[in-house]
């Protein structure tokens, strides 16, 4: 079977090591182009397996490409993902970690996750009432007798967020108190996360249509020079969440599903997340209180709009958020230059 969009679509893949894991997902990534951007050492020589078409980037290139906008893009920390998604020219975009594999599905078949990812993204999103059969647009379901027959066209999708078999996705805390625990369950599903609810995105294994919702996948300065590591995915799902609530797109989560291999270090974990244990008890309640304004009419307003509310609520928590705001306006400004905003919506449309 030929590959589905295969030029609409990047794969972006941050890392520190050579990249041996894609030899098994050669069978369904080798027909895409992949950016990979390798953290930390940009000296370290990146092994990339022959036959994949692809560009890498390290630290050096990114200093040079964005000269003092680089500070917006985090170094040692899997949020230097976010420049991939800066320089791509694709619709699409799937990233995935370097320790995630091929899953099987309960018959014993290889998950094809980024077919399925192009699935979910290609169809609807149901966000303002919930469909008991959950995805209505899956083959074999459809919307249930109740449902409002205004709502059944949907509004497009905007991101894609797939799951993890084996080991599950768990903060610090979790993991040292369940350090034997696994994901062992599959279940069949694709649900639209409703309007108004918030969700804890992890970046492994997640999909999203970049001309929607781009401008505001940016995963923060996190790691290295800065207090807080681990929630550069969390915070880029609850922006990408509020923005395609105002914006009218929708979120989904279930399949596919893949082999997430290898638990990190708790302890490391802990020391990185420790302050945001505290700050997201903070962070939530201002996403779920944000109202953007009706001016804003695309995902850069919206994440402008954002950048300004961090800092106006979230900066007296401590200085790292009036940091983080600045950086949130210049990530924009360095979208803009790589994506001249000629055919988006703009306030004199």
Not at 79 to 97: H, N, W
Not at 200 to 219: S, V
Not at 286 to 299: G, I, R
Request: net charge negative; charged share 25%; aromatic share 14%.
């Amino acid at each position: 079977m030929a590959p589905i969009l295969k030029d609409e679509v990047d794969i972006v893949i941050p890392t520190i090591r050579s990249l041996n894991f894609l030899e098994n997902w050669r069978p369904f990534f080798e027909p895409y182009h992949l950016i990979i951007i390798q953290d930390g050492d940009p000296t370290k020589v990146i092994e990339v397996p022959k036959g994949f078409d692809y560009e890498l980037y390290n630290r050096n290139d990114i200093n040079r490409i964005l000269g003092p906008k680089a500070n917006c893009i985090s170094f040692k920390d899997g949020a230097c993902r976010c420049f991939g998604f800066l320089v791509s020219k694709k619709k699409f975009i799937y990233t995935i970690d370097d320790d995630c594999f091929v899953a099987k599905d309960p018959t014993g078949k290889d998950i094809d996750t980024l077919t399925q990812h192009l699935d979910n993204l290609t169809k609807p999103s149901t966000p303002y009432f919930f469909n008991t059969l959950y995805d209505p647009y899956r083959e074999g379901a459809d919307f249930v007798r109740g449902y409002p027959f205004s709502l059944r066209q949907g509004v497009p999708t905007a991101v894609s967020h797939g799951l993890w078999l084996n080991i599950p996705d768990y903060d610090a805390p979790t993991q040292l108190v369940k350090p034997l625990e696994r994901n062992t369950r599959y279940v069949d599903a694709v649900m639209t996360i409703p309007k108004g609810t918030l969700y804890p995105m992890c970046a492994m294994n997640l999909a999203f249509n970049r001309e929607l919702i781009g401008a505001a996948m940016y995963f923060g300065i996190m790691g290295e020079g800065h207090p807080l590591g681990r929630y550069d995915d969390m915070w880029a799902g609850w922006c990408t969440k509020v923005v395609c609530d105002h914006l009218g797109y929708g979120v989904k989560t279930g399949l596919p599903y893949l082999w997430h291999s290898k638990a990190s270090n708790p302890f490391v974990n802990l020391k990185k997340e420790y302050k945001g244990l505290f700050w997201q008890e903070e962070m939530i309640p201002f996403f779920q209180s944000v109202v953007l304004p009706k001016e804003c009419t695309n995902a850069q307003q919206c994440y402008l709009e954002l950048a300004k509310l961090t800092k106006e609520k979230l900066g007296p928590i401590d200085p790292y958020f009036h940091n983080f705001a600045d950086a949130m306006v210049a990530w924009i400004e360095a979208w803009e230059e790589f994506n001249p905003p000629a055919n988006a919506k703009t306030e004199s449309a």
